[in-house]
């Protein structure tokens, strides 16, 4: 039972709890708490308002006024600067995309550009290479010289993703990808977000489109005004929302 609880506890990527943040005076989350693991894809789920992105700002250190544990990889990252945060690999995908406007789509990606990883038992993590990640976004694959600034939204959702993982990371922080894209890009990002599975990166997904997050998450947690209603599978998520929990409101 010991091992057991030992190698669990070895593979907790993001551990986070009693985390509370503020704007201004307003005070936004409440002793949230949530763990994501290698490998695995957790949805962070709740209604316009409810604290999502929040969350991911205070995590990644965005939050000026922030309160609580935050573990990385065993080392804490409650008080490091989001630069920092990001060296140690984990990466994040704002909601407003952030592209370089003026910079193609090559040179988007090399602004990303981090040395390759490895894992504490010395195994390689997962390894972005341009080709790689213009393989897996066709789309940007079709426009390599195409500034920032001339691209819809949802290609640049794409290529903020892209320009992501070209830090290597080991988990990325994924802030509602289907937002304002049109159905052919969401399932595209689907398709996306299950071959960075498949690579062996994890993702803490914030998200309102229930449809999106049960195809590619295992676990869930659900935010009602800053705090945690809900924790546990993808399936008990759905199950509730049928018996007319409507805890998403979507």
């Not at 006024?65 to 990252?77: H, L």
């Not at 060296?87 to 370089?100: A, H, K, N, S, T």
């Not at 999106?212 to 546990?232: M, T």
Request: aromatic share 6%; with cysteine.
């Amino acid at each position: 039972m010991t091992t057991q609880t030992s190698n669990a506890n070895a593979d907790v990527l993001l551990q986070v709890s009693q985390l509370n943040a503020w704007y201004g005076e307003a005070h936004i989350l409440f002793d949230v708490a949530l763990e994501v693991r290698r490998g695995e894809v957790v949805a962070l789920m709740g209604r316009n308002g409810a604290g999502k992105s929040t969350t991911l700002k205070a995590i990644m250190g965005l939050v000026e006024r922030r309160q609580g544990s935050v573990r990385f990889m065993g080392q804490s990252i409650a008080q490091a600067d989001a630069w920092q945060i990001a060296r140690m690999g984990l990466g994040y995908v704002p909601e407003d995309r952030r592209i370089f406007s003026e910079l193609t789509v090559l040179e988007n990606l090399e602004v990303g550009r981090q040395p390759p990883r490895s894992w504490a038992d010395g195994s390689a993590a997962s390894h972005w290479t341009v080709d790689e990640l213009l393989a897996a976004f066709p789309n940007l694959a079709a426009m390599p010289q195409r500034p920032g600034g001339q691209m819809s939204g949802g290609e640049q959702q794409m290529l903020t993703v892209a320009r992501t993982l070209m830090g290597n990371p080991y988990l990325v922080l994924l802030d509602e990808p289907s937002e304002g894209v049109a159905p052919v890009i969401v399932e595209q990002m689907v398709q996306m977000v299950l071959q960075l599975k498949r690579r062996g990166v994890s993702i803490l997904l914030c998200e309102q489109n229930l449809h999106f997050a049960r195809l590619v998450s295992d676990r869930a947690y659900v935010l009602e005004k800053g705090v945690v209603q809900f924790a546990g599978s993808m399936q008990a998520l759905m199950d509730e929302e049928r018996a007319g929990a409507k805890r998403i409101g979507v």
